[in-house]
């Protein structure tokens, strides 16, 4: 099967463990068989691989989160690069023409489309499966997965089905309804609209060349900004009359909230936490060194990041994002693709930040026009080169770079680097920064 | 007035911003004229002060407050340091013939002993002035100040007067009593007992030379481990019939809980915090550079320290002792007498720490045995001593140190000196320290 997983939004509901630079579905919350962490993303990727091995993903993704994305699940997805923000048509329109042109995905082939997410067990993926197979055999233009609803949720549209069998026409589709109506519509056997779909590759190709003026796949790339913002539904769903949908009733969770995300959590402490036993229905999620203590807390999550802390009653929690859009905060840690950082201190005219580059990866060859580094080599072996020279590098090394000086460092194929970089300067920015191409021996 | 000031106790209930090297007294909580906070002991020293200019003040302490006291309130007060804690009797023994043995003060002069860390103002000083000058008139050979009860409090013990008057003769002491008991003892007239009394130096000297075999001070000091652990009250107070108690029933709060602590905090947040509309009866005291965010909290304390994160129901925090123990952690902020350092990163072989000088101070010259050391100049303009050779230091100097090498740094007298300070070596640890002499230029 050919999936295309939607990777947007900036998930400042998840504030402090998601940010800027760091989205949701990036968080390693969800515990694995062997005791480690994996976030949403890597948890998904596995269970693809698990139901079907072949699968060809492509991740629809804007360019603050490939570093992340090749952090965590490696080279071996595609990814669909959004330019820029312009809503789920032209994503949609420009990952399949990424599949047809790139990949060289033929026009009858099906594809699903789906969000990076929700937290779903492997019963989600034979099911996605088994879409991908109704939109092969052309049981309609478009074929859904409605979600069987648990309740009438006012924060879902919905998807009225002709009928209550397994597969069955779309009669029409309703925007979030409040609670009564929501009810209505269940009673007469309505389903979540949860954004998954599956088509053949020439159905979206035809909707795009009649909406965008584009030749191929590098064309609509370039033009991207110029296209309009408009959605998935406005642009076709809505207006196609043959929709097929395909129940779901197995587990599927929306995990935009701590309210929801604590409720997948297998334990209520993750990192250095203890709760003592007048606690109730309260969790730690904690990603600092240093411990967490909770005493008599009652639904509450707290969370604690470089970023900062939230201390938060479950229900209140989906009302954060005003308080997170205020803060205008420095990143204080971010996943690269050779590594990551996390901000150590922060001071007027210097900022010190402890660098991990992964074994056998390296920064970009760069330089700084105002500002000085140092690097403390703390742990590790590999090669620096600033401005041209190569030396060894291993712990206890110092590297001082002054200000125009183009450096990198590479960490040796099997051994992990750890650094402290100083860097000292009056205007101190992430913007401050001009890469070089490098030819590494 | 002669003032003896007890500063004793790691203070563990409050963590984490009081610990093994800060004690609660130090914590800068209370909110001054200025804007800035100051520590217990910084506002206790204050107010003697303003209520007695010409007031001697002498710290009786330990040793691993010293560095923390000469930080926060300078060189301006004595300290009869107590090489170990032997309880109440010695160490009061100890800072009586500190002040007649070492600052030469008359054997029938008063003296005032009162413990540095409960919440007063300036009218508890004035009556501490009244307490000396009991003593001073001969009333009794013991004058206790009594704290008016406002409720039947299970925590003090209590004193039993002869009659209500503002001064009059004590008829005995009771233990913490339960609260039925305590009600009784109320109705009667009794005092909480603050541990607060008067003596002139010649009694509690007598009473010292006929329990503890010694010569003077220095005698004193060098058999202080082999001397018995006693407390005043028993050894003193319950045998002495001649004791007076006066009344006082100005503000006086016990500062021993977070639940205590709060209640005097002027505002709901210290810190980088915010609470939001929801929140009710909540505080935040937050030492660390990232925001906290708090929703929906009722009756909650938050407190973030480079220590540890305490998210508590304020009732629940007096019972966070334990759990503290447990801990056992990595010291991660100290205050010296020279600046503070904070650690902000620990790893198997490395520790890096943010270092802070005072202008005018230095370091200890020392060396370590089992680890290197890179210093990284942030701010700040001084000179550093290494191996006996001096050389100016400013922003952006690196300075490396192989283990054995003697150093120390010296700022400037109009400049505080912040460096990153890189440690490398398989077994770091506060105790591989040798300290040298240093005549400094």
Redesign the interface.
Known sequence: MHIILLSGGSGKRL??LSNDVRSKQFIKIFKKEDGTYESMVQRMYRQIRTVDPDATVTVATSKSQISALRNQIGEDVSISLEPCRRDTFPAIALATSYLHDVEKIGEDEAVVVCPVDPYVEKDYFVALRDLSDLADKGTANLCLMGMQPTYPSEKYGYIIPENRDPVSKVLEFREKPDAKTAADYIARGALWNGGIFAYRIGYVLNKAHELMDFEDYDDLFSKYESVQKISFDYAVAEKEPSIAVMRFSGSWKDMGTWNTLTEAMEEPVIGNG?L?E?CENTNII?E??????????KN?V?A?S????????K???S??KP??DR?H?QV?FAEKSWGSY?V???????M?I?VTLLPGHHMNYHSHERR?E?W?I??GTGRTIVDGMEQKAC??D?I?MQAGCRHTIIADENSPI?L?E?Q?GKDISVKDKTKYSLELS
């Open positions: 504030w402090p203890t003592n007048t904690n600092l060194d240093v411990p967490v203590l909770g005493m008599g807390l509450i707290v604690a470089p970023e900062g802390i939230l201390v938060s009653d229900e209140q929690s009302y954060i308080y997170v803060m905060q204080m996390t150590l201190d922060v001071e007027s005219t210097s010190t402890l000085d140092i403390n703390i742990s712990a206890g110092v001082t750890r402290i100083v000292i």
